[in-house]
T-cell receptor, first 115, second 117 residues
């Protein structure tokens, strides 16, 4: 069975601090896909990134970066120089399906960035 | 429209009634997804459509749930004989192809908040 764990329920940081959101996953599939989504207070989910299991290159997009390590089954998300607008619930998700079916989501981490 | 739209935005119904939720994907998007978000269960995947076809319906919580998509566009999620545990926000997303495509991005609608009294 597939499982996604986000051990941090809530995190609070002060603006401009760096913050890392942890995601640990379990799957028996050798090919799988990992995702991060952001859900701001407005409620609308925003897709952030997708990573294939055969591509362990880390990725940076502006202030966002992702560290994928198959050896520890982790796909952590770092926000550098956090801003108040980063305040949201962040979800990590996993699917082994080529067509993106059967997502398994983590419980989410609520990030509060204080001014 | 420019984004994914869902209607109604809010629906309050009585236990035992049927409800129909609608999703209008972005024009040209062949992939459409339904999810549910509730306090108790978090975010759950319900069903995926590629065009008008849903290859796997096992994500639907019970046989009271059904979904269809017509013309490769609008999709409806129907819940029959609603129960209180069906109360949740139902989210729809669309993408050009499947989300595992390296060039694909999912776009989400604002959701329908369903309350079953």
């Amino acid at each position: 069975a597939q499982k996604v764990t986000q051990a941090q329920t809530e995190i609070s940081v002060v603006e401009k601090e760096d913050v890392t959101l942890d995601c640990v996953y379990e799957t028996r599939d050798t090919t799988y896909y990992l995702f991060w989504y952001k859900q701001p207070p407005s409620g609308e989910l925003v897709f952030l990134i997708r990573r294939n299991s055969f591509d362990e290159q880390n990725e940076i997009s502006g202030r966002y970066s992702w560290n994928f390590q198959k050896s520890t089954s982790s796909f952590n998300f770092t926000i550098t120089a956090s801003q108040v607008v980063d305040s949201a619930v962040y979800f990590c998700a996993l699917t082994a399906d080529n067509y993106g079916q059967n997502f398994v989501f983590g419980p989410g981490t609520r990030l509060s960035v204080l001014p | 429209g420019a984004g994914v739209s869902q209607s109604p935005s809010n629906k309050v119904t009585e236990k035992g009634k049927d409800v129909e939720l609608r999703c209008d994907p972005i024009s040209g998007h062949t992939a459409l997804y339904w999810y549910r978000q509730s306090l108790g269960q978090g975010l759950e995947f319900l069903i995926y459509f590629q065009g008008n076809s849903a290859p796997d319906k096992s994500g639907l919580p019970s046989d009271r749930f059904s979904a269809e998509r017509t013309g490769g566009s609008v999709s409806t999620l129907t819940i029959q004989r609603t129960q209180q545990e069906d109360s949740a926000v139902y989210l729809c997303a669309s993408s050009l192809g499947g989300t595992t495509s390296s060039t694909d991005t999912q776009y989400f609608g604002p959701g329908t908040r369903l309350t079953v009294l």
